[in-house]
Every structure is written in C-alpha cells, then in structure tokens.
C-alpha cells in the first residue's frame, strides 16, 4: 500500500481509494481506523490528492526515463 504521513496523520491507499486513516498522536498502533468519521474528511481528501499527485508525477517519470538525481 502506498502511503503518506503528515504528521499526526497517516493514510493508507489502494492505488484506487483511502481505504486506512490514523491519528498517530491519539492511536500509536494505528488500531482505530478513522477512515469513515466525517470530522476527518477534509484532512482525507487532502491527503488523498496529496498522494495521488505523487503517484502520477513518479509514474510520469518512470515512464519518460527521468528517474535521476540532478
């Protein structure tokens, strides 16, 4: 699973969707998934764009051979 951390956050993608979100400061073993609770929505969704932003630049970029450090 791809995933991403701003903390306290954490999210969990499927290459599709959200699917795992945590709040690391209030749950350490990532046990309570808050994926569903309307309050986090917006940090989801701007997490979720986040990720899906990375994922196309690094797909681009593997696609067009500039996988390097300058």
């Known amino acids: 699973f791809p995933v991403t ?3 306290p956050f954490v999210l969990h993608f499927d290459k599709e969707k959200s699917v ?3 709040d ?3 749950d350490s073993l990532m046990q309570n ?3 569903n609770q309307v309050a986090y929505q917006s940090k989801i969704d701007s997490l979720t764009h986040q990720i899906k932003a990375t994922l196309q ?3 681009f970029n593997l ?3 500039k ?3 300058p």
């Open 5 to 7: 951390i701003v903390y």
């Open 20 to 22: 795992g979100f945590y």
């Open 24 to 26: 690391l400061a209030k």
């Open 33 to 35: 998934n808050l994926i």
């Open 57 to 59: 630049t690094y797909h």
């Open 63 to 65: 696609i067009h051979n």
């Open 67 to 69: 996988m390097y450090l």
